[in-house]
């Protein structure tokens, strides 16, 4: 079958709305040529748009003309390669999902442990962070909320309260093996997010302390995030204050 052929019946599978870049056609490396030909007059022919160079989408149909793929779809093709979750949304956009903050970000921080994501999506500007441990689907959700206490005293509009009560929900609801794996990574990041975990760990059991995350600090440090006991019952014992 010609490469427009393969290209053409691949691309009738992918759901509307969806992106996808070179890599998820079918085509062979001496195709590349012929592949790219045939995605332009599939753009010309509004069939596909482009979304950055080398990411294309399927668009909704709707009374007002094609839809744009949401956010983290146009992003999907820099967070994941070969099938594969090497990086994640992080910082204000992250925050804002979470309902931290009401702050809307002019560029999406991206983080990955080996790869610096720069690139821009329409108006989206991607800014690449390092992330503390390898990006996996089974790890980047508790990145995520490691990051939250990384940046807890700077996120806007974010009050203590609302902030230390969101967090002790999300670690609640992690069965036991998440936790211990939430703690291994915990372990790779700054003092103060360890002190922070484990004074949140702490709150939810407190007959036992996690011995890694307190050994793992000097004991004459001092973590300022204006966190009293009416909140966290245990932050002296974590040095937090």
Same mark, same amino acid.
């Given at each position: 079958m ?34 790219? #030909? ?5 753009v ?13 989408? #399927? ?39 979470l ?46 909320l ?11 509009? +974010?009050?203590k ?5 969101? +967090? ?8 036991? #093996?998440?936790r ?48 009293? #006991? ?12």
């Open positions: 010609r490469v427009a052929g393969k290209i053409a019946e691949k691309i009738a599978e992918i759901p509307y709305g969806t992106t996808f870049t070179y890599g998820e056609l079918p085509i062979a490396s001496d195709e590349y040529s012929a592949a790219a #030909k045939a995605l332009e007059r599939l010309k022919k509004e069939v596909i748009r482009r979304a950055s160079t080398g990411v294309f989408y #399927k668009p909704r149909k709707s009374t007002f003309g094609p839809l744009r793929p949401r956010e983290e779809e146009l992003l999907r093709p820099y967070l994941f390669e070969r099938g594969k979750r090497i990086a994640y949304i992080t910082g204000l956009a992250l925050y804002n999902r309902g931290l903050t009401t702050q809307v970000p002019k560029d999406i921080r991206v983080a990955s442990r080996d790869k610096r994501i720069v690139a821009k999506v329409g108006n989206i500007r991607i800014k690449p962070i390092k992330s503390y441990e390898d990006v996996t689907d089974d790890n980047y959700y508790l990145l995520e490691l990051d939250v206490l990384k940046d807890f005293k700077n996120i806007s509009d +974010m009050g309260k609302e902030g230390v009560k969101f +967090m002790l929900k999300k670690f609640e609801r992690l069965p036991e #093996k998440e211990d794996k939430l703690v291994a990574i915990a372990l790779k990041y700054p003092p103060r997010v360890r002190a922070f975990v484990g004074s949140l760990l702490n709150e939810l059991n407190p007959a036992k302390p996690v011995k890694a995350l307190k050994d793992s600090l000097n004991p004459l440090s001092i973590f300022d995030f204006g966190i009293g #006991k009416d909140l966290l019952r245990f932050v002296d014992f974590w040095n937090i204050r």
